[in-house]
């Protein structure tokens, strides 16, 4: 049998945190961890490759970092039921701006284009986004209830970004155009 072929590996220090936890973790060495890791990502790889968007990646990136719930849709529906019955719903509304204006932050310093911000909001199953062409795109909304909460956040969201974009309101859905991508491009 042939000698092993020994490779030289750079990671930055958050990777090679985690390398060196999941190391002692796992009690192995160092190559038996790199030889696992790849197996399974062999064996595994067309899990990773057949959903679409990575959204299992995007699940557990945003439920990692605690700042996400996983809720049932109709609890989701029934609180926005609620919102739009409350005598002080405008200020949820203004809350909400606020929020949507922090994320427009977040995102920024991440560098998202538009399409990224939606495909990440359509991991939160907010809607299920159809591109239409390079700059256009269809949100399908599964209830009515959506529809005022999701166009709030985006209209916010993106222009705090510094995107120029329209917002148009169909029954089910919205359509979204991207006017201009400021220096995102």
Not at 10 to 32: C, N, P, R, V, Y
Not at 90 to 113: C, G, P
Request: glycine share 4%; with cysteine.
């Amino acid at each position: 049998m042939p000698p092993p072929e020994r490779i030289t590996v750079a990671m930055d220090e958050d990777t090679f945190k985690m390398f060196k936890k999941m190391q002692a973790e796992l009690g192995i060495s160092q190559s038996e961890l790199v030889r696992e890791a790849l197996r399974f990502y062999g064996k595994h790889r067309t899990l990773f490759e057949s959903i679409e968007d990575r959204k299992v990646y995007t699940h557990a990136e945003m439920l990692r970092l605690g700042e996400h719930v996983i809720m049932d849709i109709d609890h989701w529906l029934l609180f926005l039921k609620f919102v739009d019955t409350h005598p002080d719903k405008e200020q949820f509304w203004e809350l909400n701006k606020t929020i949507s204006a922090a994320h427009a932050e977040q995102f920024k310093h991440q560098y998202f284009r538009v399409e990224a911000v939606l495909r990440r909001l359509e991991a939160c199953n907010f809607f299920a986004l159809t591109p239409v062409s390079k700059n256009e795109y269809t949100l399908i909304l599964s209830s009515d209830i959506l529809k005022h909460f999701v166009k709030t956040m985006l209209a916010e969201t993106l222009t705090g970004m510094g995107f120029r974009v329209e917002l148009k309101e169909d029954l089910a859905k919205l359509r979204l155009k991207v006017l201009d991508e400021g220096q995102k491009q």
